[in-house]
């Protein structure tokens, strides 16, 4: 039994008074793909947000790779630079892409390279041709992201985040802003980089990606995490009335 | 009758007039634009103190007019003992008033951009410094620009204000003309024609500027 990838333990953040993650308990293994769904505002993103601390957690633990992220203590909050470099090696594709709007996808991806790992310009350059390559898009590299589809914006994205080399990689819903013709090419690069082995979350309403891709399946609502477990028992056998009505409302939304 | 003559020879001396209208407007917006950057600064950042400061500075500064502003700084340098040329005072004075505008154009710039253009840097690890130098600055100066060339034309504008503390500008120096001529039509017709040069240079800059920095 390997060590987990990600170890979250009775995690708990509040936005104000409200409760946003209760308790939460969730171990990522390594090297797998494990898929968070639940219904919507029910902290998926803001647990998959706490993971590289975009947002903070009030309480409880979360450890990467063993070593806990935010915190050097609890309660006391990790210098600047420590938490710099533990956010290195956790790459975060997003639902809107984000992409730099004022840089080619080339650049986009060549910018960490340089400013965060430290490489020469031309080195870094090189790098993010390959990184682009991987996800189809060697023949765009010049184009600004304004002049690329939403899928290809989300490869680029992809890229950006591969090419760092990250441990681990977090999707915040990375094909919801797609046109449906374009989910395809961003789901086919995601299910190389897992038969390569990368350890990945993935908050997503795609459940035929979860029920094909992942290893284990998470399922969460309004802020608790009700189950993990493989992707069998959650979305063709769950026992639990919350993730068969969430299934039902999801089965009867996409019949038509 | 409108004389064609004396309107052309009226243009030489506001030509001349003209290197004071430029050096306040151009000398107002460049301290303008280090002072606004400073109480934008102060306006983001997480002190209390500061952000209070910025808004009080903001707020009172667009509340009060220039020309009120301008005589109020005049006439308030020598009673701190301070003797300062007319021109300084009136660069000084305009570029404060400009600093408050230019501080809002920036943080409106700052806060359009969506917050997930700052969240993709920093989730990559990139410092602060990197994180404004690299990603929301850029983006924020391309914003701005057409608004402060809109701000620099305002202020070649506003510039006519300083004839009041007895600098010699287009105004000034137009009222000067008029009254020993006797033509004013074709004098002020002259300054006229010269702000409208000076500003369609400026517009043309801009899209320029523009055009060079648009992705
Ligand atoms: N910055 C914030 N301030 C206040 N409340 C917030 C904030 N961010 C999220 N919330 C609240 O926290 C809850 C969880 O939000 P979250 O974005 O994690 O949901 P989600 O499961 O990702 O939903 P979706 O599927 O719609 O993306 C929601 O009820 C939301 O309104
Ligand atoms: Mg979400």
Redesign the pocket.
């Known amino acids: 039994m390997q060590a987990s990838a990600v170890e979250i333990q009775k995690v708990n953040k509040y936005?104000?008074p409200?409760h946003?993650l209760k308790d939460v308990d969730l171990s990522i293994p390594p090297g797998r793909v494990t898929c968070l769904i639940?219904?919507?505002?029910?902290?998926?993103?803001?647990?998959l947000r706490c993971m590289n601390f975009l947002e903070e957690y009030d309480s409880g633990e979360i450890r990467i790779d063993g070593k806990l992220i935010g915190y050097d203590a609890p309660g006391r909050r990790m210098a600047g630079r420590a938490l710099r470099e533990m956010r290195r090696s956790i790459g975060m594709v997003f639902q809107q892409f984000n992409l730099w709007p004022h840089m080619t996808a080339r650049e986009n991806v060549a910018e960490g390279l340089i400013r965060v790992r430290g490489l020469p310009k031309a080195d870094a350059s090189a790098r993010a041709a390959e990184a682009l390559a991987k996800v189809g898009l060697a023949d765009k590299m010049e184009n600004h992201p304004a002049r690329l589809s939403g899928g290809q914006q989300q490869r680029v994205a992809i890229a950006r985040a591969i090419a760092m080399e990250p441990r681990l990689m977090l999707f915040d819903?990375p094909t919801s802003a797609l046109d449906p013709e374009l989910v395809g090419e961003v789901l086919s690069v995601m299910k190389t980089l897992a038969s390569e082995g990368m350890t990945m979350v993935v908050?997503t309403h795609e459940m035929g990606f979860a029920a094909h891709v992942a290893d284990r399946v998470a399922f969460?609502e309004r802020?608790e995490l009700v189950a993990a477990d493989t992707p069998d028992r959650i979305l063709h056998q769950p026992q639990d009335p919350r993730i068969q009505s969430f299934l039902r409302t999801y089965h009867e939304r996409n019949s038509f | 009758m409108f004389s064609i003559p004396a309107f052309l020879e009226s243009l030489v001396p506001l030509f001349w007039a003209a290197r004071y209208t430029l050096l306040i407007s151009v000398g107002g917006i460049a301290l303008g634009l280090v002072i606004g950057t400073l109480i934008c600064a102060a306006r983001l950042s997480r002190s209390r103190f500061l952000r209070n400061f910025g808004a009080l500075w903001v707020s009172f500064l667009r509340g009060v007019p220039l020309l009120v502003q301008l005589l109020v700084f005049y006439y308030s340098l020598p009673l701190i003992g301070l003797d300062v040329p007319a021109m300084v005072a009136a660069i000084v004075t305009v570029g404060i008033c400009a600093s408050a505008y230019i501080s809002e154009i920036w943080r409106g710039a700052i806060n359009a951009l969506p917050p997930g253009q700052a969240e993709a840097a920093v989730a990559i690890g990139m410092t602060p410094r990197d994180v404004w130098g690299r990603v929301i600055l850029p983006q924020a100066v391309t914003m701005s620009l057409p608004a402060l060339i809109n701000e620099l034309i305002l202020l070649v504008k506003a510039s006519s204000l300083v004839s009041v503390v007895g600098i010699l500008e287009i105004t000034r120096a137009s009222q000067a003309q008029a009254a020993t001529t006797f033509r004013p039509l074709e004098v002020y017709l002259a300054a006229a024609c010269i702000y409208l040069l000076i500003n369609l240079c400026l517009a043309a800059l801009g899209r320029w500027l523009e055009y060079r920095t648009a992705v």
Request: hydrophobic content about 30%.
């Open positions: 936005y104000g409200f946003a639940g219904p919507s505002g029910s902290g998926k993103s803001t647990l819903e908050v969460m802020g």
